[in-house]
């Protein structure tokens, strides 16, 4: 059985890959907040930006 994302704990086949409601709400009020959240690296060289040597 696999371990809980929030506390470790086992996880219970109700509330997978969680073992309780109450890491499952953890969770979700996690991706509510903001709290996940792919970095960005600002990327100044895009497609749409002129080359200054043409």
Not at 22 to 35: E, P, Q, Y
Request: proline letters at 13%; a negative charge.
């Amino acid at each position: 059985m696999s371990a809980c994302p929030v506390c470790g704990k086992p996880a219970q086949p109700d509330y997978r890959p969680f073992c309780s409601k109450r890491c499952a709400d953890v969770d979700l009020h996690r991706w509510l907040k903001g709290g996940y959240a792919i970095p960005v690296v600002d990327d100044d060289e895009g497609p749409d930006s002129e080359d200054p040597e043409d």
